[in-house]
């Protein structure tokens, strides 16, 4: 791994800025490194040839981060639409008044609980040096997975609303997404959990 200080780096150029599905306050851009050249002190670590260990060294933590993000978008999604259905009316009564409403609600409060001791568990493992690759795997498969199924949850109770963008519920949804690709797509995920069965 090699750090380059990109600024007036021969070589070095910035391509067009790509338009994504969600995520839009994060920038994502192609990187061209064309024949740049570097000294030896540029070098990321103290030992040459280990960039493919110390990535593979850092997966669970940047598997964990990738929990955090997803745990907190679902909290917070939930937080929104029990928040919303208080509030919003139809037929005469509030969303939360309806049997449906309650017991999906029931469903993702509770899921989301779980979810949260699996994350807190996590990251006392990680504090602790002991937060394993196929832990960390285990754990971003699932509440990732949980985050897809609990947003779009709740995006439905907002009605047409949480089809419009104006609504935060509409961000999270398309923002959501990516978390099952990044930092290993989620059927990797499985694929590591397997091999350690």
């Known amino acids: 791994l090699m750090v380059v200080e990109t600024e007036d780096a021969p070589g070095f150029r910035r391509g067009r800025k790509l338009k994504k599905l969600g995520l839009d306050s994060a920038d994502t851009s192609e990187l061209f490194f064309d024949d740049v050249k570097l000294p030896a002190e540029n070098l990321l670590g103290s030992e040459e040839g280990q960039g493919f260990a110390q990535l593979m060294n850092d997966l669970p933590r940047e598997r964990l981060i990738v929990v955090v993000h997803a745990q907190a978008m679902i909290e917070r999604a939930l937080a929104l639409t029990i928040e919303y259905v208080k509030q919003r009316q139809a037929f005469g009564k509030k969303i939360i008044e309806f049997q449906n409403t309650q017991f999906g609600l029931a469903e993702c409060k509770s899921e989301a609980t779980i979810a949260r ?15 394993d690759t196929v832990t960390a795997s285990m754990a971003k498969y699932w509440i990732t997975d949980l985050q897809g199924k609990i947003i779009d949850r709740c995006l439905q109770f907002f009605g047409g609303y949480g089809y419009m963008e104006e609504f935060p519920i509409s961000r999270m949804y398309r923002d959501a997404r990516v978390m099952r690709i990044y930092a290993g797509t989620n059927e990797i995920m499985k694929l590591l959990i397997a091999r350690s069965l």
């Open 117 to 131: 001791v699996f994350h807190d568990h996590c990251i006392e493992r990680y504090l602790g040096g002991t937060l």
